[in-house]
């Protein structure tokens, strides 16, 4: 089986700081991709990654950073965390079919 | 610019009733997925449709692809309270990496 993992289930942040979001899958595959999810508005693509140091903006990358360093590895960053980011993160990395997603991280920046 | 739409957002029905939940997008694209999200919980893949015409059916749910009419459906047949879910489709445009776009979601309630 597939597994994407996220290095934190629950986040609480202050309005300022610097977060890492850790995503690792174990499958070897090319593409990663950074979602946030609201209520009513689905999921929104911030960054996704298509190889290793390569990176994409997606539709809503204000405010967001990544880095992929190696393969497996895809990370989001908050360089100054606002209470607007408050959210539902979700990681997936994809084969040629399908995209397979993480568990989420719910954020709260106070 | 790829956009989806789906329709309805909210979507409560009785046990043992059929409902079409349906997705529509704006310009070409590669494959159409479908997805269900249980609360707190994250996205479970369904179906991945890749041509037109593509049918697939897991137990009470069958989506369908319509690439000239640029829309998908996901049909319930005879509704069991289990169903009970939020329902994304998405769509993807391979643009030098492959870019998925989501619907916003269907929140589906089976009344028991």
């Known amino acids: 089986d597939v597994k994407v993992t996220q290095s934190s289930r629950y986040l609480v942040k202050r309005t300022g700081e610097k977060v890492f979001l850790e995503c690792v899958q174990d499958m070897d595959h090319e593409n990663m991709f950074w979602y946030r999810q609201d209520p009513g508005l689905g999921l929104r693509l911030i960054y996704f990654s298509y190889d290793v140091k390569m990176k994409e903006k997606g539709d809503i990358p204000e405010g967001y950073s990544v880095s992929r360093e190696k393969k497996e590895r895809f990370s989001l960053i908050l360089e100054s965390a606002s209470t607007n980011q408050t959210s539902m993160y979700l990681c997936?990395?994809?084969?040629?079919?399908?995209?397979?997603f993480g568990p989420g991280t719910r954020l709260t920046v106070l | 610019e790829l956009k989806v739409e789906q329709n309805p957002l909210f979507l409560s029905m009785q046990e043992g009733k059929n409902y079409t939940i349906y997705c529509n997008y704006s310009?070409?694209?590669?494959?159409l997925y479908w997805y269900r999200q249980d609360p707190g919980k994250s996205l479970e893949s369904l179906f991945v449709l890749l041509s037109n015409g593509a049918v697939k059916q897991e137990g009470r749910l069958m989506a369908s692809l319509d690439t000239k009419a640029r829309l998908s459906t996901l049909h319930i047949t005879a509704a069991v309270h289990d169903l009970s879910a939020t329902y994304f489709c998405a769509a993807e445009r391979n643009t030098g990496g492959f870019k998925t776009i989501f619907g916003a979601g269907t929140r589906l309630f089976v009344k028991a």
């Open positions: 310009t070409t694209s590669d494959r």
């Open positions: 997936a990395s994809s084969d040629l079919n399908e995209q397979f």
